[in-house]
T-cell receptor, first 116, second 113 residues
Framework: GAGVSQSPRYKVAKRGQDVALRCDPI?????LFWYQQALGQGPEFLTY????????KSGLPSDRFFAERPEGSVSTLKIQRTQQEDSAVYLC??????????????FGPGTRLTVL | AQTVTQSQPEMSVQEAETVTLSCTYD???????LFWYKQPPSRQMILVIR??????QNATENRFSVNFQKAAKSFSLKISDSQLGDAAMYFC??????????FGKGTRLHILP
């Protein structure tokens, strides 16, 4: 596709429910990132994939958060037993290794998660 | 710790005027990348401009230009001929080589008609 897409755009969950957020990166992009953005704040890093390998998950706030990218393309961020503090916008970004593009991340529109 | 500081939580500028958003960062690295991203109310984060630390020449993209002062660890964004569509949150970001991106807290820019 032309850009990074994410689905759903909005998700409302009851506390304790599990949710799954999907990210489709730009075709051919090797690197994929997940961020959490609280209202009025900058994005905070959650995790990073290079192809299917999860190279850094240091930003995941708890073991309720799990991310995967099994075929090196689409990625899913799963949050188990959601809590109110999980309410935020979850952003996905991808980047290429092409010359002149290294480390430039392109972002999706985000998924706004509201936990009631 | 590596940090990015945007000292102006909000700014306003008259349409067609010029505005400068400030950003400073703290690092011990010599090679890194700096970015300005724009996030309109629709929430899509859009890349505005990119600067490699090893390049002395300031990056420009149409009405957007940066003043990169490596020794001072400063990376300000200048928007010329401001337009209503420039209204957004602007985030300064820093990436050390092979590491994760670090964002500032953002500056909300208002354009006054």
């Amino acid at each position: 596709g032309a850009g990074v897409s994410q689905s759903p755009r909005y998700k409302v969950a009851k506390r304790g429910q599990d949710v799954a957020l999907r990210c489709d990166p730009i075709s051919g992009h090797v690197s994929l990132f997940w961020y959490q953005q609280a209202l009025g704040q900058g994005p905070e890093f959650l995790t990073y994939f290079q192809n299917e390998a999860q190279l850094d998950k240091s930003g995941l706030p708890s073991d309720r958060f799990f991310a995967e990218r099994p075929e090196g393309s689409v990625s899913t961020l799963k949050i188990q037993r959601t809590q109110q503090e999980d309410s935020a916008v979850y952003l996905c970004a991808s980047s290429s290794w092409a010359a002149g593009e290294t480390d430039t991340q392109y972002f999706g529109p985000g998924t706004r998660l509201t936990v009631l | 710790a590596q940090t990015v500081t945007q000292s102006q939580p909000e700014m306003s500028v008259q349409e067609a005027e010029t505005v400068t958003l400030s950003c400073t960062y703290d690092t011990s690295e010599s090679d890194y990348y700096l970015f300005w991203y724009k996030q309109p109310p629709s929430r899509q984060m859009i890349l505005v401009i990119r600067q490699e630390a090893y390049k002395q020449q300031n990056a420009t993209e149409n009405r957007f230009s940066v003043n990169f002062q490596k020794a001072a660890k400063s990376f300000s964004l200048k928007i010329s001929d401001s337009q209503l569509g420039d209204a957004a949150m602007y985030f300064c970001a820093y990436i050390p080589p092979g590491d994760k991106i670090i964002f500032g807290k953002g500056t909300r820019l208002h354009i006054l008609p």
